[in-house]
Structure formats: structure tokens, C-alpha cells
């Protein structure tokens, strides 16, 4: 199973909350896992990805973080949120090298 | 600098009126391009994989091709339900680390 659990799928915050938004996957251990962000006409941009428990690579500076306390356990979180924050986000797995990414079906974000 | 450039950004068909999209991209080391389908409020779905120039793949009423500059994907007969954005996406390799470059989509209406 490529199986990929997001929560929540509609998230609505006020500016200066934190985040936490939750990605678990199912099936083949040690997968890569990454968080993207969509915006509206904008292609799909990488903010973090990891290989394994606790490593984390961050590709965009900006104020959300990553972590990964468990195999198949992928958290993103914020301390204080933007108006810039908002948009959708997608966890996604990679099986092994080379292998497509499969994606989760998103949490929608409106920082108010 | 890596670019996927998707056209057009929005097609409209009748059903049964046979077309293409287009995936141009220009990338350093190019390892895989990905075609995704990408429904409204859901995450992406993968639909191909192709590694070299002349290399076809076909799914039902999907077929995609390509060539060292460009992808295809053509829709035979459309119907409907093949109402979606589709998503290129290459994977290049640069200075040792391999990143996943995505288009900003084509938005596709099958009208009945």
C-alpha cells in the first residue's frame, strides 16, 4: 500500500498562530518524505524533505519547520503563521531511487 | 538554471476531440520525467514515468512520449471524467544532489 494519511484537510489560522500540520504513510520501510507547497498558478514548491528519522533538508528559508520523530511520521509546523503561509500543502513518499513520488491529498491552509 | 515549462495552461476540448499537451524543459542531467494528474482539492496522481528519448507509455486514453527537449501527453478521445490539471515534472541531478522540478500544470475541460 502507497497509502499517505493528511490531516487536517482544511485548516483556517489566524496570523502569529502556530502550525502543525500531520503526514503518515503506509507500507515500505524508511521511505524518503517530502512537504511541498502549491499556491495558486505556481508550480509545486519543495520546502523540506527527509531520508530518514531525524534528518531533515530544508530547501526554502522561510519561518516553518520540519521534523520526523517516526519512520513514517512527517511533521510540519510553524510558531507564528503569515499571510504568506497560506496555500496547500502535500506530503509525499518516495518508495526507493529514482522511484515517482506519491502524494497525499493535501491540507488546505488560509492564514487570516 | 532547471525549467518545466507546461502548454498550454488551459485547453478545452469537446469530447472525443483528440489532443496533446506539451512539457518543455531544460534541465542539467536529466533522470525522469513524471506526468501527474491532479484533480480540484486533491493531491497529484501519478500516472507515468519516462527515462529516455523515445520511450512511450500508455494508459488507457493517455499517451505519453518523449525526446530529449520535450514530453507529449496526448488524450485520445477525452471524455469527462479526463477533466483535470495535468503536471510535468523532471528530475535532474546538479552538483551531486537530485531535485524534482515541477511545471505549473495545464488545466484540461472535456466538455460533454
Known amino acids: 500500500s502507497q497509502t499517505i494519511h493528511q490531516w487536517p484537510a482544511t485548516l483556517v489560522q489566524p496570523v502569529g498562530s502556530p502550525l502543525s500540520l500531520e503526514c503518515t504513510v503506509e507500507?515500505?520501510?524508511?521511505?524518503?518524505l517530502y512537504w511541498y507547497r502549491q499556491a495558486a498558478g505556481r508550480g509545486l514548491q519543495l520546502l523540506f524533505y527527509?531520508?530518514?528519522?531525524?534528518?531533515i533538508s530544508s530547501e526554502v528559508p522561510q519561518n516553518l519547520s520540519a521534523s520526523r520523530p517516526q519512520d513514517r511520521q512527517f511533521i510540519l509546523s510553524s510558531k507564528k503563521l503569515l499571510l504568506s503561509d497560506s496555500g496547500f500543502y502535500l506530503c509525499?513518499?518516495?518508495?526507493?531511487?529514482?522511484?515517482?513520488?506519491?502524494f497525499g491529498n493535501g491540507t488546505r491552509l488560509t492564514v487570516t | 538554471e532547471d525549467q518545466v515549462t507546461q502548454s498550454p495552461e488551459a485547453l478545452r476540448l469537446q469530447e472525443g476531440e483528440s489532443s496533446s499537451l506539451n512539457c518543455s524543459y531544460t534541465?542539467?542531467?536529466?533522470?525522469?520525467l513524471f506526468w501527474y494528474r491532479q484533480d480540484p482539492g486533491k493531491g497529484p496522481e501519478f500516472l507515468f514515468t519516462?527515462?529516455?528519448a523515445g520511450e512511450e507509455k500508455e494508459k488507457e486514453r493517455l499517451k505519453a512520449t518523449l525526446t530529449k527537449k520535450e514530453s507529449f501527453l496526448h488524450i485520445t478521445a477525452p471524455k469527462p471524467e479526463d477533466s483535470a490539471t495535468y503536471l510535468c515534472?523532471?528530475?535532474?541531478?546538479?552538483?551531486?544532489?537530485?531535485?524534482?522540478?515541477f511545471g505549473k500544470g495545464m488545466k484540461l475541460t472535456v466538455n460533454p
Open positions: 509525499a513518499r518516495q518508495s526507493s531511487y529514482n522511484s515517482p513520488l506519491h
Open positions: 507500507g515500505t520501510s524508511n521511505p524518503n
Open positions: 527527509s531520508v530518514g528519522i531525524g534528518q
Open positions: 534541465v542539467s542531467g536529466l533522470r525522469g
Open positions: 519516462l527515462y529516455s
Open positions: 515534472a523532471v528530475r535532474t541531478t546538479q552538483g551531486g544532489s537530485e531535485k524534482l522540478v
